[in-house]
């Protein structure tokens, strides 16, 4: 049984700091490409950050560049996103995402909301 479950979210204020996980289960967790995506209210979910299973840098939204880092631990089939000076227009739903061929799992999500 394949499980995604992302936790960490909460609230913060604007400059502050949180760390995402996302524990994954049921697959080889090593093959896959893990990205983590956002969705704020009325607005598309987007990328934010990707991290390959064959090496190589990872990817990120422009506008998360220089704060945010993704990051990856085999052994505990876990993905992180280490996020930094955080900004209120970083509010959303935090979703990590595992994807390899044509094989695509979600997470439920976590809120990040950013407010004084």
């Known amino acids: 049984q394949v499980q995604v479950v992302e936790s960490g979210g909460g609230l913060v204020q604007p400059g502050g700091s949180l760390r995402l996980s996302c524990a994954t289960s049921?697959?080889?967790?090593?093959?896959?490409?893990l990205s983590w995506y956002r969705q704020a209210p009325v607005k598309e979910r987007e990328l934010v950050a990707d991290?390959?299973?064959?090496?190589?840098?990872?990817n990120y939204a422009d506008s998360v560049k220089g704060r945010f880092t993704i990051s990856k631990d085999n052994s505990k089939s876990t993905v992180y996103l280490q996020m930094n000076s955080l900004k209120p227009e970083d509010t959303a739903v935090y979703y990590c995402?595992?994807?390899?061929?044509?094989?695509?799992?979600w997470g439920q999500g976590t809120q990040v909301t950013v407010s004084s």
């Open positions: 995402h595992a994807a390899r061929l044509r094989v695509s799992y």
């Open positions: 049921g697959f080889t967790f090593s093959l896959f490409v």
């Open positions: 991290i390959s299973n064959i090496g190589g840098s990872p």
